[in-house]
């Protein structure tokens, strides 16, 4: 049996299709992907988000140890403030992606969904004397994502105040009668917030948000939207086989902050070099969705692979993130992509394929 997350009830009350997917049961669409869609780029979209990897991190050195760790400045943080980072290990290869919020007294992490377990134990293995506790926080908080142009309007109604917020900074608030801390997270591109709040509290956030307007979000459109924005997933468009440059996630790092595991590589190639490969978007012709893996061809040579595919809403095409040798790089490049036996006409595109 498939594991269900915490509000399974209330979005199957809602008309939720659910599917398995990664061993879990979660909601594929309400009825409508593409209305679903429309409401994230026009409107605003409600999507649970409960499944990403959560830890807390407490003691005097959590900050210290955590910035010798990771790619970006945690030192600098101050309680209400966070940042997007990676974990990387010796070879500058991606360990994991994740955000961390700094609080007055711990920080809250954010990681991709089933990975807490194994992140905390290679953290763990750099622990020697340093006064830092790290504890996973899974099933600690419900995550609801609120994503569009109308986010800004309904979280500051709901919260009875303006809130303003720079990228990744966060505050607790009341909101449906309980405390939630509130995070400006554009998950999709364009405007967003993530709502972090206690399991008990979860349905009664949902339902204000859904009742103020937002629209549930399934999986479905979820990842179309993600596509088209070109944001990429851990264990998808990441893993420990990339290096962390060839994701050209520049937001991840801080070039000016010292030491950190993986540095030497990552500097060398910001200074000295350049990667052989990085990833890009594809725009397909035709129809047909490529599957994960297919290979991209260009004057006889294999050049890359795909890595996430769908067709877009937002275009009409099919559109896919893969990595791409460095000399095919230029946007309108013309490649082949080849998934079994078809050979699929691709051109490659600068990212996002949508602006918010």
């Given at each position: 049996m498939p594991n269900q997350m915490a509000l399974t009830a209330l979005h199957l009350g809602q008309g939720a299709v659910m599917e398995e997917t990664c061993g879990w049961l979660l909601p594929a669409h309400y009825g409508d992907p593409a209305a679903e869609h429309r409401a994230v780029r026009e409107g605003v979209g409600l999507a649970d988000r409960s499944l990403v990897g959560k830890a807390m991190v407490?003691?005097?050195?959590?900050?210290?140890?955590?910035?010798?760790?990771?790619?970006?400045?945690?030192?600098?943080?101050?309680?209400?403030?966070?940042?997007?980072?990676?974990?990387?290990?010796?070879?500058?290869?991606?360990?994991?992606?994740?955000?961390?919020?700094?609080?007055e007294d711990r920080l809250l992490l954010e990681l991709p969904p089933g990975t807490t377990e194994k992140v905390l134990q290679v953290i763990d293995h750099f622990l020697i004397s340093e006064k830092a506790y790290f504890e996973a926080a899974d099933e600690a908080f419900i995550v609801l994502s609120i994503q569009g142009p109308g986010a800004p309007a309904l979280i500051e109604r709901l919260a009875g105040r303006a809130l303003v917020l720079a990228p990744y900074a966060h505050v607790e608030v009341n909101m449906a009668g309980a405390p939630v801390r509130v995070i400006r997270r554009a998950e999709l591109g364009g405007a967003g917030f993530q709502c972090w709040v206690a399991p008990e509290h979860g349905e009664a956030l949902w339902r204000a948000l859904s009742e103020g307007g937002a629209r549930p979000v399934g999986v479905g459109a979820w990842e179309v939207l993600r596509v088209e924005a070109g944001v990429p997933l851990y264990g998808h468009d990441v893993d420990e086989t990339v290096i962390l440059p060839e994701t050209r996630l520049e937001a991840l790092v801080s070039?000016?902050?010292?030491?950190?595991?993986?540095?030497?590589?990552?500097?060398?190639?910001?200074?000295?070099?350049?990667?052989?490969?990085?990833?890009?978007?594809?725009?397909?012709?035709?129809?047909?969705?490529?599957?994960?893996?297919?290979?991209?061809?260009?004057?006889?040579?294999?050049?890359?692979?795909?890595?996430?595919?769908?067709?877009?809403?937002?275009?009409?095409?099919?559109?896919?993130?893969?990595?791409?040798?460095?000399?095919?790089?230029?946007?309108?490049?013309?490649?082949?992509?080849?998934?079994?036996?078809?050979?699929?006409?691709?051109?490659?595109?600068?990212?996002?394929?949508?602006?918010?």
């Amino acid at each position: 049996m498939p594991n269900q997350m915490a509000l399974t009830a209330l979005h199957l009350g809602q008309g939720a299709v659910m599917e398995e997917t990664c061993g879990w049961l979660l909601p594929a669409h309400y009825g409508d992907p593409a209305a679903e869609h429309r409401a994230v780029r026009e409107g605003v979209g409600l999507a649970d988000r409960s499944l990403v990897g959560k830890a807390m991190v407490t003691g005097r050195d959590r900050a210290a140890f955590l910035h010798g760790m990771v790619t970006n400045d945690i030192k600098g943080l101050q309680p209400g403030q966070g940042c997007p980072a990676a974990f990387l290990d010796a070879h500058g290869k991606v360990v994991s992606l994740l955000s961390v919020y700094a609080l007055e007294d711990r920080l809250l992490l954010e990681l991709p969904p089933g990975t807490t377990e194994k992140v905390l134990q290679v953290i763990d293995h750099f622990l020697i004397s340093e006064k830092a506790y790290f504890e996973a926080a899974d099933e600690a908080f419900i995550v609801l994502s609120i994503q569009g142009p109308g986010a800004p309007a309904l979280i500051e109604r709901l919260a009875g105040r303006a809130l303003v917020l720079a990228p990744y900074a966060h505050v607790e608030v009341n909101m449906a009668g309980a405390p939630v801390r509130v995070i400006r997270r554009a998950e999709l591109g364009g405007a967003g917030f993530q709502c972090w709040v206690a399991p008990e509290h979860g349905e009664a956030l949902w339902r204000a948000l859904s009742e103020g307007g937002a629209r549930p979000v399934g999986v479905g459109a979820w990842e179309v939207l993600r596509v088209e924005a070109g944001v990429p997933l851990y264990g998808h468009d990441v893993d420990e086989t990339v290096i962390l440059p060839e994701t050209r996630l520049e937001a991840l790092v801080s070039y000016t902050k010292g030491c950190y595991i993986g540095q030497e590589v990552v500097a060398r190639v910001k200074y000295r070099g350049h990667v052989n490969r990085a990833l890009a978007g594809l725009v397909l012709e035709g129809d047909r969705v490529p599957r994960h893996g297919a290979t991209l061809h260009a004057e006889g040579k294999e050049i890359g692979r795909v890595t996430s595919a769908v067709r877009s809403l937002a275009l009409g095409v099919p559109v896919a993130l893969g990595y791409v040798r460095r000399e095919h790089l230029e946007p309108g490049t013309a490649v082949s992509i080849h998934d079994g036996d078809a050979q699929l006409p691709a051109r490659v595109a600068a990212l996002p394929f949508v602006q918010p």
